[in-house]
């Protein structure tokens, strides 16, 4: 019998969500560090961010800290 399912083969599945991004995109002002919150570059961390929010419509802010070993950042769900 054919079954459905939430993901297409491949895909981030529910339960294997990289990053909490329902969270980070809440509006609220979030300190990501690099080793804890996402262990990819913080360059690439910037830009991944950015194409979420850009994908969702969503006007947002990032700022590296001083170290370069974490980011700012705060999305805008409702608008800027």
Sequence with gaps: MATTRKTWPGDVGEGRKTY??????????????????YTCTTTAMRAQYGMRCNAGHIAYRTHQTSDGDGLYVQAFPNGR
């Design 20 to 37: 909490p991004w329902d969270q980070w995109l809440d509006g609220q002002i979030w300190l990501l560090r690099r080793g804890v919150d």
